[in-house]
């Protein structure tokens, strides 16, 4: 599958266009949206603010996850250590 260059979309093969520019850079393009804005030199288009604004907070909520499943861990191993670091009574005969 093949990235667009301009809204970093993943599309099939088939679809979309692929520019070779004269400096030798190859452009993929998923849409003629997404080949006009890129001629016209857009890059603050709501439509893909939008798509990095949302998949910049999925990632943010994954790494808060992330975060949160590690302090459990950490908090468990804890436990673990302080466990076994009690000392052993011995009986007396």
């Known amino acids: 599958m093949t990235k667009c260059t301009y809204c970093k979309e993943d599309y099939e093969n088939p679809r979309g266009l692929t520019l070779v520019m004269k400096d030798g850079t190859i452009n993929h ?3 003629s949206k997404c080949r006009k804005n890129m001629l016209m030199k857009r890059r603050k288009v709501k439509w893909i603010l ?5 998949k910049v907070e999925k990632v943010e ?22 466990v076994k670091e009690e000392p052993k009574k011995e009986k007396k005969k």
């Open 50 to 54: 939008k798509d990095k604004k949302e």
């Open 61 to 82: 909520e994954e790494i808060r996850a992330e975060e949160k499943v590690e302090k459990v861990e950490k908090k468990k191993s804890e436990e673990v250590v302080q």
């Open 29 to 31: 393009l998923c849409s």
